[in-house]
Protein backbone atom coordinates (compact mmCIF):
# COMPACT_ATOMS: atom_id res chain seq x y z
CA UNK A 1 0.00 0.00 0.00
CA UNK A 2 1.47 3.24 -0.87
CA UNK A 3 2.02 5.71 2.07
CA UNK A 4 1.62 9.25 -0.27
CA UNK A 5 0.06 11.73 1.44
CA UNK A 6 -3.95 11.46 0.41
CA UNK A 7 -4.29 15.31 0.28
CA UNK A 8 -0.69 15.55 -1.31
CA UNK A 9 -0.93 18.61 -3.45
CA UNK A 10 -5.00 19.19 -2.63
CA UNK A 11 -4.40 22.32 -0.60
CA UNK A 12 -2.31 25.61 -0.92
CA UNK A 13 -0.64 28.22 0.93
CA UNK A 14 -2.42 31.12 -0.95
CA UNK A 15 -0.79 33.75 1.13
CA UNK A 16 1.54 34.86 3.80
CA UNK A 17 2.66 37.95 6.19
CA UNK A 18 5.87 38.69 7.89
CA UNK A 19 6.47 41.40 10.89
CA UNK A 20 9.87 43.20 10.83
CA UNK A 21 12.21 40.88 12.94
CA UNK A 22 13.32 42.92 16.15
CA UNK A 23 15.83 42.24 19.55
CA UNK A 24 12.07 44.28 21.06
CA UNK A 25 9.41 45.23 19.41
CA UNK A 26 7.34 48.27 20.22
CA UNK A 27 3.78 46.33 20.07
CA UNK A 28 3.00 43.62 22.16
CA UNK A 29 3.43 40.43 20.59
CA UNK A 30 -0.43 39.65 20.39
CA UNK A 31 -0.71 43.23 18.72
CA UNK A 32 1.82 41.80 16.34
CA UNK A 33 0.39 38.47 15.58
CA UNK A 34 -2.94 40.26 14.48
CA UNK A 35 -1.71 43.08 12.48
CA UNK A 36 0.24 40.28 11.09
CA UNK A 37 -2.96 37.90 10.47
CA UNK A 38 -4.70 40.61 8.96
CA UNK A 39 -1.80 40.98 6.39
CA UNK A 40 -1.84 37.48 5.30
CA UNK A 41 -5.83 37.17 5.03
CA UNK A 42 -5.27 40.61 2.89
CA UNK A 43 -2.51 39.52 0.98
CA UNK A 44 -4.45 35.94 -0.14
CA UNK A 45 -7.43 38.21 -0.89
CA UNK A 46 -9.62 37.29 1.89
CA UNK A 47 -11.65 39.52 4.14
CA UNK A 48 -11.59 36.43 6.69
CA UNK A 49 -10.30 33.15 7.60
CA UNK A 50 -12.55 30.12 9.65
CA UNK A 51 -9.70 28.03 10.97
CA UNK A 52 -6.35 29.23 12.92
CA UNK A 53 -3.52 26.75 13.71
CA UNK A 54 -0.31 27.45 15.73
CA UNK A 55 2.49 25.88 17.58
CA UNK A 56 2.30 27.89 20.40
CA UNK A 57 6.05 26.55 22.44
CA UNK A 58 7.95 29.47 24.11
CA UNK A 59 11.49 27.76 23.07
CA UNK A 60 13.27 28.93 26.75
CA UNK A 61 14.86 27.35 29.62
CA UNK A 62 14.59 30.57 31.36
CA UNK A 63 12.29 31.73 34.16
CA UNK A 64 9.79 33.42 32.22
CA UNK A 65 6.42 33.45 32.83
CA UNK A 66 3.86 32.41 30.35
CA UNK A 67 0.71 35.06 29.29
CA UNK A 68 -1.66 34.48 26.17
CA UNK A 69 -1.00 37.41 24.13
CA UNK A 70 1.95 38.77 26.14
CA UNK A 71 4.73 35.81 25.21
CA UNK A 72 2.69 33.65 22.76
CA UNK A 73 -0.05 34.02 20.69
CA UNK A 74 -2.22 30.79 20.36
CA UNK A 75 -4.72 29.74 18.15
CA UNK A 76 -7.64 30.66 19.90
CA UNK A 77 -6.19 34.00 21.15
CA UNK A 78 -5.77 35.07 17.47
CA UNK A 79 -9.00 34.13 16.48
CA UNK A 80 -10.83 35.75 19.30
CA UNK A 81 -8.91 38.92 19.03
CA UNK A 82 -9.45 39.35 15.60
CA UNK A 83 -13.54 39.10 15.97
CA UNK A 84 -14.03 35.39 14.33
CA UNK A 85 -15.51 32.28 16.28
CA UNK A 86 -13.29 29.88 14.16
CA UNK A 87 -15.07 26.83 12.97
CA UNK A 88 -11.42 25.24 13.71
CA UNK A 89 -8.42 26.47 16.13
CA UNK A 90 -5.98 24.39 16.83
CA UNK A 91 -2.29 23.83 18.83
CA UNK A 92 0.38 21.70 17.85
CA UNK A 93 1.95 20.51 21.40
CA UNK A 94 5.38 19.00 20.15
CA UNK A 95 8.69 19.73 18.51
CA UNK A 96 8.21 20.78 15.19
CA UNK A 97 6.19 23.35 15.59
CA UNK A 98 5.61 24.89 11.62
CA UNK A 99 5.34 21.17 10.00
CA UNK A 100 3.68 20.36 12.71
CA UNK A 101 0.86 23.09 12.64
CA UNK A 102 1.09 22.77 8.51
CA UNK A 103 0.15 19.71 8.54
CA UNK A 104 -2.96 20.22 10.73
CA UNK A 105 -3.91 22.81 8.24
CA UNK A 106 -3.38 21.00 5.55
CA UNK A 107 -6.18 18.28 7.09
CA UNK A 108 -8.07 20.59 8.42
CA UNK A 109 -8.82 21.76 4.65
CA UNK A 110 -8.63 18.50 3.10
CA UNK A 111 -11.36 16.89 5.49
CA UNK A 112 -13.71 20.37 5.07
CA UNK A 113 -13.04 20.73 9.13
CA UNK A 114 -12.16 24.74 7.58
CA UNK A 115 -11.81 26.45 4.44
CA UNK A 116 -8.99 28.70 4.67
CA UNK A 117 -7.03 27.85 7.76
CA UNK A 118 -4.53 30.73 9.22
CA UNK A 119 -1.03 29.68 10.45
CA UNK A 120 0.41 31.42 11.91
CA UNK A 121 4.20 31.55 14.72
CA UNK A 122 4.94 34.53 17.08
CA UNK A 123 8.25 34.58 18.82
CA UNK A 124 8.48 36.20 21.73
CA UNK A 125 12.00 37.67 23.33
CA UNK A 126 11.85 38.69 26.77
CA UNK A 127 13.65 40.76 28.83
CA UNK A 128 16.51 39.47 30.47
CA UNK A 129 18.58 36.32 29.95
CA UNK A 130 16.83 34.15 27.18
CA UNK A 131 18.29 30.40 29.19
CA UNK A 132 19.39 31.56 32.87
CA UNK A 133 16.95 29.83 35.28
CA UNK A 134 17.15 30.67 38.87
CA UNK A 135 15.91 27.51 39.67
CA UNK A 136 17.10 26.12 43.41
CA UNK A 137 16.28 22.79 43.30
CA UNK A 138 15.37 20.28 40.67
CA UNK A 139 12.56 17.97 40.96
CA UNK A 140 11.58 14.99 38.43
CA UNK A 141 13.36 13.79 35.89
CA UNK A 142 15.45 16.88 36.05
CA UNK A 143 17.62 15.59 39.38
CA UNK A 144 19.52 13.60 37.23
CA UNK A 145 20.87 16.43 35.08
CA UNK A 146 20.66 20.11 36.71
CA UNK A 147 23.05 19.02 39.80
CA UNK A 148 25.36 18.45 37.25
CA UNK A 149 25.54 21.10 35.53
CA UNK A 150 23.70 20.06 32.20
CA UNK A 151 20.58 22.56 31.57
CA UNK A 152 19.55 24.26 28.76
CA UNK A 153 19.27 24.08 24.57
CA UNK A 154 22.92 24.77 24.51
CA UNK A 155 24.26 21.81 26.59
CA UNK A 156 22.09 19.66 24.21
CA UNK A 157 23.38 20.34 21.26
CA UNK A 158 26.72 21.06 22.48
CA UNK A 159 26.65 16.83 23.18
CA UNK A 160 25.71 16.19 19.55
CA UNK A 161 27.60 18.34 17.76
CA UNK A 162 31.02 17.15 19.93
CA UNK A 163 30.20 13.41 19.13
CA UNK A 164 29.82 14.44 15.28
CA UNK A 165 33.33 16.37 15.29
CA UNK A 166 35.06 13.33 17.08
CA UNK A 167 33.30 11.29 14.87
CA UNK A 168 34.14 12.62 11.64
CA UNK A 169 36.73 14.86 11.70
CA UNK A 170 34.83 18.22 11.37
CA UNK A 171 37.16 21.96 11.69
CA UNK A 172 35.33 24.92 13.15
CA UNK A 173 36.18 26.36 9.57
CA UNK A 174 33.50 23.90 8.06
CA UNK A 175 30.77 25.61 10.42
CA UNK A 176 32.26 29.11 9.38
CA UNK A 177 31.15 28.57 6.51
CA UNK A 178 27.46 27.47 7.35
CA UNK A 179 27.11 30.66 9.43
CA UNK A 180 28.96 32.52 6.89
CA UNK A 181 26.09 31.53 4.53
CA UNK A 182 23.11 31.75 6.52
CA UNK A 183 24.50 35.64 7.71
CA UNK A 184 25.01 36.30 3.65
CA UNK A 185 21.36 35.46 2.97
CA UNK A 186 20.07 36.73 5.78
CA UNK A 187 21.39 40.55 5.09
CA UNK A 188 19.81 40.47 1.70
CA UNK A 189 16.18 40.37 3.28
CA UNK A 190 14.45 43.30 4.22
CA UNK A 191 12.41 41.84 7.80
CA UNK A 192 15.62 40.28 9.03
CA UNK A 193 17.17 41.76 12.52
CA UNK A 194 20.51 40.53 10.56
CA UNK A 195 19.74 42.79 7.24
CA UNK A 196 23.11 44.41 5.98
CA UNK A 197 24.66 42.54 8.66
CA UNK A 198 26.91 39.51 7.18
CA UNK A 199 29.40 37.59 9.03
CA UNK A 200 32.98 36.80 8.49
CA UNK A 201 34.80 33.89 8.62
CA UNK A 202 37.18 35.74 11.23
CA UNK A 203 34.27 36.72 13.26
CA UNK A 204 33.08 33.66 14.14
CA UNK A 205 36.53 31.78 14.44
CA UNK A 206 37.01 34.90 17.21
CA UNK A 207 34.08 34.20 19.17
CA UNK A 208 34.28 32.94 22.91
CA UNK A 209 32.93 29.53 23.77
CA UNK A 210 29.34 29.12 25.87
CA UNK A 211 29.21 25.61 26.00
CA UNK A 212 32.12 23.71 23.99
CA UNK A 213 32.15 23.81 20.45
CA UNK A 214 29.02 26.07 20.62
CA UNK A 215 29.66 29.39 20.20
CA UNK A 216 27.55 32.31 20.33
CA UNK A 217 27.08 32.65 16.43
CA UNK A 218 26.23 29.26 16.44
CA UNK A 219 22.53 30.01 18.11
CA UNK A 220 19.98 31.88 16.81
CA UNK A 221 19.57 35.19 18.38
CA UNK A 222 16.18 35.80 20.25
CA UNK A 223 13.54 38.15 18.73
CA UNK A 224 10.44 39.32 18.77
CA UNK A 225 8.59 38.35 15.22
CA UNK A 226 5.55 36.88 13.84
CA UNK A 227 4.50 35.42 10.45
CA UNK A 228 1.10 33.94 9.43
CA UNK A 229 0.26 32.18 6.46
CA UNK A 230 -2.99 31.30 4.47
CA UNK A 231 -3.82 27.63 3.43
CA UNK A 232 -7.22 27.02 1.53
CA UNK A 233 -7.93 24.11 -1.32
CA UNK A 234 -6.54 24.26 -4.61
CA UNK A 235 -9.69 24.57 -6.11
CA UNK A 236 -10.71 27.64 -4.47
CA UNK A 237 -6.51 28.70 -4.91
CA UNK A 238 -7.41 29.16 -8.62
CA UNK A 239 -9.43 31.98 -7.58
CA UNK A 240 -6.90 33.87 -5.38
CA UNK A 241 -4.51 36.39 -6.43
CA UNK A 242 -1.25 35.18 -6.10
CA UNK A 243 -0.07 31.57 -7.56
CA UNK A 244 -0.76 28.71 -4.93
CA UNK A 245 2.14 26.82 -3.37
CA UNK A 246 1.15 23.44 -2.70
CA UNK A 247 2.15 20.77 0.20
CA UNK A 248 3.27 17.61 -1.29
CA UNK A 249 3.95 15.55 1.57
CA UNK A 250 4.69 16.24 5.33
CA UNK A 251 6.18 14.05 7.93
CA UNK A 252 7.56 13.93 11.59
CA UNK A 253 8.98 11.98 13.97
CA UNK A 254 9.68 11.23 17.70
CA UNK A 255 12.60 8.92 18.89
CA UNK A 256 11.20 5.73 21.50
CA UNK A 257 14.71 5.42 23.35
CA UNK A 258 14.33 6.69 27.05
CA UNK A 259 16.44 9.91 27.59
CA UNK A 260 17.16 12.01 30.32
CA UNK A 261 15.79 15.78 29.38
CA UNK A 262 18.06 17.43 26.91
CA UNK A 263 20.00 14.31 26.32
CA UNK A 264 20.23 13.90 22.54
CA UNK A 265 22.76 12.03 21.73
CA UNK A 266 24.19 12.03 17.86
CA UNK A 267 22.87 8.38 17.01
CA UNK A 268 19.06 9.22 18.61
CA UNK A 269 19.19 12.49 16.20
CA UNK A 270 20.43 10.34 13.05
CA UNK A 271 18.59 7.12 13.57
CA UNK A 272 15.23 8.43 13.86
CA UNK A 273 15.84 11.40 11.62
CA UNK A 274 16.35 8.77 8.92
CA UNK A 275 13.05 7.82 9.08
CA UNK A 276 11.57 10.64 9.42
CA UNK A 277 13.02 11.70 5.78
CA UNK A 278 12.13 8.09 4.22
CA UNK A 279 8.30 9.20 5.76
CA UNK A 280 8.82 12.71 3.33
CA UNK A 281 9.71 11.07 0.47
CA UNK A 282 7.06 8.22 0.88
CA UNK A 283 4.56 11.29 1.75
CA UNK A 284 4.87 13.57 -1.36
CA UNK A 285 6.32 10.62 -3.62
CA UNK A 286 9.64 11.90 -4.59
CA UNK A 287 12.67 11.92 -3.36
CA UNK A 288 16.05 13.84 -2.51
CA UNK A 289 17.53 13.85 -6.21
CA UNK A 290 13.98 15.94 -7.50
CA UNK A 291 14.08 18.92 -4.48
CA UNK A 292 15.89 22.37 -6.09
CA UNK A 293 15.17 24.33 -2.74
CA UNK A 294 16.16 22.68 0.19
CA UNK A 295 15.79 24.64 3.25
CA UNK A 296 17.47 22.92 6.43
CA UNK A 297 16.42 23.81 9.77
CA UNK A 298 19.40 25.82 11.91
CA UNK A 299 18.16 27.14 15.10
CA UNK A 300 21.21 25.92 16.28
CA UNK A 301 24.07 25.39 13.48
CA UNK A 302 24.90 22.02 13.86
CA UNK A 303 21.34 20.94 12.51
CA UNK A 304 22.46 21.80 9.12
CA UNK A 305 24.48 19.10 8.88
CA UNK A 306 22.22 16.78 10.58
CA UNK A 307 19.34 17.62 8.23
CA UNK A 308 21.62 17.67 5.09
CA UNK A 309 22.45 14.15 5.99
CA UNK A 310 19.23 12.89 7.46
CA UNK A 311 17.49 13.75 3.89
CA UNK A 312 20.02 11.83 1.77
CA UNK A 313 21.46 15.48 0.48
CA UNK A 314 25.10 14.35 1.25
CA UNK A 315 26.21 11.20 2.97
CA UNK A 316 26.68 11.00 6.32
CA UNK A 317 29.45 12.50 8.06
CA UNK A 318 29.85 14.36 4.89
CA UNK A 319 27.95 17.67 5.27
CA UNK A 320 30.56 19.30 7.26
CA UNK A 321 33.24 18.66 3.94
CA UNK A 322 29.90 19.29 1.83
CA UNK A 323 29.63 22.97 3.22
CA UNK A 324 33.10 24.11 3.36
CA UNK A 325 33.59 23.13 -0.30
CA UNK A 326 30.37 25.78 -1.43
CA UNK A 327 27.90 22.84 -1.11
CA UNK A 328 25.05 24.88 -0.02
CA UNK A 329 26.37 28.05 -1.30
CA UNK A 330 23.19 30.35 -2.49
CA UNK A 331 25.56 32.38 -5.60
CA UNK A 332 26.84 28.75 -6.61
CA UNK A 333 25.77 27.75 -10.00
CA UNK A 334 24.59 24.20 -9.07
CA UNK A 335 25.02 24.27 -5.60
CA UNK A 336 22.35 23.37 -2.89
CA UNK A 337 20.89 26.84 -1.59
CA UNK A 338 20.24 25.06 1.62
CA UNK A 339 20.18 28.28 3.27
CA UNK A 340 18.82 30.85 1.04
CA UNK A 341 16.17 32.11 3.00
CA UNK A 342 18.96 32.67 5.85
CA UNK A 343 17.33 30.78 7.91
CA UNK A 344 17.14 30.98 11.71
CA UNK A 345 21.03 32.30 12.05
CA UNK A 346 20.47 34.65 9.38
CA UNK A 347 17.07 36.21 10.43
CA UNK A 348 16.50 35.73 13.98
CA UNK A 349 14.79 33.10 15.98
CA UNK A 350 11.85 32.62 14.02
CA UNK A 351 12.00 28.66 14.49
CA UNK A 352 11.25 26.98 10.85
CA UNK A 353 9.45 30.01 9.46
CA UNK A 354 12.63 31.26 7.78
CA UNK A 355 12.40 27.76 5.63
CA UNK A 356 9.03 27.71 5.32
CA UNK A 357 8.48 31.61 4.08
CA UNK A 358 11.44 31.22 1.61
CA UNK A 359 9.77 28.16 0.21
CA UNK A 360 6.77 29.87 -0.52
CA UNK A 361 8.23 32.79 -2.07
CA UNK A 362 10.41 31.51 -4.25
CA UNK A 363 7.43 28.68 -5.11
CA UNK A 364 5.03 31.60 -6.07
CA UNK A 365 7.63 33.48 -7.69
CA UNK A 366 7.52 36.30 -5.06
CA UNK A 367 11.13 36.24 -4.13
CA UNK A 368 11.43 40.04 -6.10
CA UNK A 369 15.24 40.10 -6.77
CA UNK A 370 16.08 37.31 -5.06
CA UNK A 371 14.07 35.06 -7.21
CA UNK A 372 15.26 31.83 -7.98
CA UNK A 373 13.93 31.13 -11.52
CA UNK A 374 14.68 26.60 -11.36
CA UNK A 375 13.03 26.79 -7.95
CA UNK A 376 10.10 23.99 -8.11
CA UNK A 377 10.29 21.75 -5.45
CA UNK A 378 11.12 22.77 -1.45
CA UNK A 379 11.92 21.27 1.85
CA UNK A 380 11.16 23.10 4.66
CA UNK A 381 12.43 21.23 8.30
CA UNK A 382 12.24 22.25 11.84
CA UNK A 383 13.68 21.49 14.85
CA UNK A 384 15.96 18.25 14.86
CA UNK A 385 15.74 15.73 12.52
CA UNK A 386 14.55 13.12 15.34
CA UNK A 387 12.04 15.54 17.01
CA UNK A 388 10.75 17.81 14.43
CA UNK A 389 9.90 17.53 10.77
CA UNK A 390 9.76 18.79 7.20
CA UNK A 391 7.13 19.66 4.92
CA UNK A 392 7.46 19.60 0.58
CA UNK A 393 6.25 22.08 -1.10
CA UNK A 394 5.82 22.31 -5.26
CA UNK A 395 4.73 25.19 -7.47
CA UNK A 396 2.53 22.67 -9.26
CA UNK A 397 0.47 19.92 -8.34
CA UNK A 398 2.15 16.14 -9.80
CA UNK B 1 30.63 24.38 30.16
CA UNK B 2 32.42 27.91 29.78
CA UNK B 3 29.02 29.42 31.10
CA UNK B 4 26.21 27.84 33.37
CA UNK B 5 22.32 29.19 32.95
CA UNK B 6 21.72 28.01 36.35
CA UNK B 7 22.83 29.75 39.78
CA UNK B 8 25.57 28.65 41.84
CA UNK B 9 27.66 27.34 38.60
CA UNK B 10 29.72 30.34 38.13
CA UNK B 11 32.77 29.21 40.48
CA UNK B 12 32.66 26.00 38.52
CA UNK B 13 33.12 26.98 35.27
CA UNK B 14 34.54 26.20 33.10
CA UNK B 15 34.03 22.49 33.76
CA UNK B 16 33.72 19.04 31.97
CA UNK B 17 30.58 17.16 31.44
CA UNK B 18 30.67 13.53 30.02
CA UNK B 19 27.45 10.98 28.34
CA UNK B 20 28.27 7.72 29.82
CA UNK B 21 27.06 4.30 28.91
CA UNK B 22 27.07 1.55 30.99
CA UNK B 23 28.88 -1.21 30.48
CA UNK B 24 26.44 -3.40 32.65
CA UNK B 25 23.24 -1.99 30.00
CA UNK B 26 24.10 -0.65 26.61
CA UNK B 27 22.21 2.82 25.59
CA UNK B 28 21.77 3.15 28.80
CA UNK B 29 23.50 6.36 28.96
CA UNK B 30 24.16 9.27 32.40
CA UNK B 31 25.55 12.70 32.04
CA UNK B 32 28.11 13.90 34.87
CA UNK B 33 30.65 15.95 35.74
CA UNK B 34 34.38 14.35 34.68
CA UNK B 35 36.65 14.92 37.84
CA UNK B 36 39.84 14.88 35.96
CA UNK B 37 39.25 18.62 35.11
CA UNK B 38 38.49 20.32 31.98
CA UNK B 39 41.75 19.87 30.35
CA UNK B 40 41.90 16.17 30.66
CA UNK B 41 43.13 14.13 27.44
CA UNK B 42 39.47 12.71 26.15
CA UNK B 43 37.85 11.05 23.27
CA UNK B 44 34.87 9.35 22.43
CA UNK B 45 35.34 5.77 23.90
CA UNK B 46 37.61 6.50 26.70
CA UNK B 47 36.80 3.80 29.80
CA UNK B 48 35.61 6.41 33.23
CA UNK B 49 34.18 4.77 36.53
CA UNK B 50 31.88 6.10 38.87
CA UNK B 51 33.14 8.80 41.21
CA UNK B 52 30.90 10.95 43.12
CA UNK B 53 31.30 14.76 43.49
CA UNK B 54 30.55 16.24 47.23
CA UNK B 55 28.19 19.64 46.51
CA UNK B 56 27.74 19.48 50.31
CA UNK B 57 28.26 18.04 53.32
CA UNK B 58 25.05 16.15 52.82
CA UNK B 59 24.48 16.30 48.83
CA UNK B 60 26.53 14.24 46.83
CA UNK B 61 26.00 13.65 43.17
CA UNK B 62 27.62 10.99 40.71
CA UNK B 63 30.29 11.99 38.71
CA UNK B 64 33.52 10.07 36.61
CA UNK B 65 37.15 9.69 36.64
CA UNK B 66 38.95 8.28 33.67
CA UNK B 67 40.37 4.92 34.41
CA UNK B 68 43.34 3.81 35.43
CA UNK B 69 43.99 7.45 36.20
CA UNK B 70 42.66 7.90 39.99
Redesign the interface.
Known sequence: MSRRFVASNKVAIVGYAQSPIERHAEQSLGVLAVDTARRAMADAGLDQVDGFVTGSLFPT??SHALEDGVSVVTANWLAAHLGVNPRYAAGFQGFGQIPGAVSMAVNAVASGAADHVLVHRALHNPRG?Y??????DAHGSQQ?????????P??MIA?AYN?YI??YGASREAMAAVLVEARKNGARIPWSYWRDRPLSEEEYLAA?????PICRFDCDIPIDGVAAFVFTSAERAKDLPHAPVYVSGCATGAPV?P??PL?W?LDDIMGVGSETARRLWESAGIGPAEVDLPQVYDGFSPFVYFWLEALGLCPVGEAHRFVLGGGIDSDRPGALPALSGGGALGNGRMHGVPQMLECYLQLSRRAAERQRQEATIGVACHSSPHFGGAVVYSAEPF | MHQSFLPGFDQDVPFLLVDVELVEQPDLRIIGRLMDGPDADLHIGASVQVTFERLSPDIAVPAFALEGKR
Open positions: AGSHANQMSWIVPQGYFGLALEQRPMINDTRLHP
